[in-house]
């Protein structure tokens, strides 16, 4: 089992930046694709960024196309979500999770999920 630590998260003005980092411990091996998730209040969650496990492919959803990133270092075994220009509709618990493939993730094959990090984009 992969245990996943999400940090980062608080709260920040309209237009601000935050980097959210999400660190795996137990039985990692750097073959996993690797995804941040989003839950906002009386939503659906929300895929918002994948990576490969070798970080060479990633994916953005549109509404965050050109101002997150996702990026990871495996000799680290973590993956950060760079997040620029953020709005507010950006607040929710943001989650990391480990894919069972190396290249997809999207919620059925999720193996490990992280316990959550709250971001409040908010004046």
């Known amino acids: 089992q992969v245990q996943l630590e999400e940090s ?5 003005q309209p237009g601000g930046s935050l980097r959210l980092s999400c660190a795996a411990s137990g039985r990692t091996s750097g073959s996993s694709a690797m995804g941040w ?4 209040p009386g939503k659906e969650r929300e895929l ?13 959803v549109d509404s965050v196309k050109g101002r997150f990133t996702i ?3 495996n000799a680290k075994n ?9 709005k507010p509709e950006d607040t929710a618990v943001y989650y990391c999770a480990r894919s069972r493939d190396s290249t997809n993730v999207h919620e059925g094959s999720v193996a490990d999920w992280g316990q959550g990090t709250q971001v409040t984009v908010s004046s």
């Open 8 to 12: 980062g998260g608080g709260l920040v």
């Open 48 to 60: 918002v960024a994948t990576i490969s496990s070798g970080g060479g492919g990633t994916t953005v």
């Open 78 to 86: 973590t993956v950060y979500l760079q997040m620029n220009r953020l």
């Open 71 to 73: 990026s990871r270092d």
């Open 37 to 40: 998730f989003r839950q906002a």
